[in-house]
């Protein structure tokens, strides 16, 4: 290395431990984060959109519990039977065979621990199957079907939105022009014209998540009327930062 290149190396040696005192002595965090902001030739304008909407779908889980059945046959026979006759059920009302699924089949054995070795004193079953309804008026009777077919397990009824992409589009859409709309409003209160849209952020549209509806025990067979079950209504928000051009 000859005199020229030493100095040279010599010289970015004395740089770096330089910048590492300070980054000590200042207590600076490191890596170094550099975050931009608004350029002050923009106007940057924040818009919500609203959209309520009925849920389209509902879901009922229907299905039967067998308890200290002597063997697994037995229980097999008690929860086949009683599914059977929920499946024939629904198809009575309509119900399409790809919207009816068996959602849980389960067979365990139930120990007796009184005894020092643990010993098998029975069975217990269950199977559950999950109804799908693209007619919400429907859950009611279907709920009174399934408990008269023997159905001894009913779950609350879910109400969705089976396509909420297209409720997501008209959220954002309206919450574009709300941008706009506030964005002229201050625009003539600040005196200055826009120019074109340069940039446009969205926060995450809210999610929808599913409503559940309440049950009457009134409801639930005997021959007593079907219970009342209402969807109500769901909201998907959307929120945009527009960004104009300032003239």
């Keep these: 290395m000859n005199k020229e290149n030493f100095k040279y190396f010599f010289l970015s040696v004395i740089v770096v431990l330089a910048g590492l005192y300070l980054i000590k002595a200042l207590d600076i965090s490191y890596p170094l984060t550099v975050t931009s902001t608004t350029k002050s030739s923009e106007l940057s304008v924040v818009g919500e959109g609203k959209v309520n909407i009925v849920p389209d779908t509902a879901y009922v889980d229907a299905g039967v519990t067998v308890n200290n059945a002597p063997t697994v046959d037995a229980v097999q026979q008690q929860i086949d039977a009683v599914n059977n006759k929920i499946v024939d059920a629904l198809k009575n009302l309509g119900i399409k065979k790809e919207d009816i699924k068996t959602s849980n089949y389960s067979v365990t054995p139930n120990y007796n621990y009184e005894r020092q070795t643990d010993t098998i004193s029975g069975y217990n079953g269950n199977v559950t199957v999950t109804i799908k309804l693209t007619k919400t008026d429907l859950s009611a009777k279907v709920i009174e079907a399934v408990t008269q077919a023997g159905a001894n397990q009913v779950g609350g009824v879910r109400f969705a939105v089976d396509n909420p992409d297209k409720f997501r589009e008209l959220a954002r859409d309206a919450a574009i022009s709300n ?69």
């Excluded at 826009?194 to 549209?205: D, F, M, Y």
Aim: charged share 15%.
């Design 179 to 247: 941008a706009k709309e506030q964005a002229q409003k201050l625009a003539k209160q600040l005196g200055i014209t826009l120019g074109k849209i340069t940039n446009i952020v969205e926060e995450s549209p809210s999610q929808l998540s599913p409503i559940y509806g309440a049950l009457s025990a009134k409801g639930m067979g005997g021959g007593v009327a079907a219970p009342q079950i209402e969807p109500g209504s769901q909201t998907i928000t959307s929120v945009v930062t527009l960004y104009f051009e300032k003239k």
